[in-house]
């Protein structure tokens, strides 16, 4: 099993940037693909971005892309997230996951594929 922990939240005015990062202290990340979800109180969870083992592909919502990068360092055994160009709707607990058992990349965006979930952590965008 993986713990992942996140890192890296805190509250930035519109336009600006942050960068989450996501690590476990007792469990390598290589060797696991890995995913950003996002959840917004009275909202359901949601798809953000994905990065496969190697860091070769990545995956983005619509609503962030071009916006958001995903990005890996397994010497580091951290994930990052970097978000730019902020706005008030992403203003959300930010979760980071790590690949099940049964992972299929055909179903990246699934939060059911994902079986290691962090405590997540806030991003507050203000206006």
């Known amino acids: 099993q993986v713990q992942p922990v996140e890192s890296g939240g805190g509250l930035v005015q519109a336009g600006g940037s942050l960068r989450l990062s996501c690590t476990a202290s007792e469990r390598s990340l290589s060797s696991y693909a890995m995913a950003w979800f996002r959840q917004a109180p009275g909202k359901e969870r949601e798809f953000v971005a994905a990065?496969?083992?190697?860091?070769?592909?990545?995956y983005y919502a619509d609503s962030v892309k071009g916006r958001f990068t995903i990005s890996r360092d397994n010497a580091k055994n951290t994930v990052y997230l970097q978000l730019n160009t902020l706005k008030p709707e992403d203003t959300a607990v930010y979760y980071c996951a790590a690949e099940g058992a049964y992972y299929s990349r055909s179903y990246y965006y699934s939060a059911h594929e994902y079986d290691y979930w962090g405590q997540g952590t806030q991003v507050t965008v203000s206006s």
């Open positions: 990065i496969s083992r190697s860091g070769g592909s990545t």
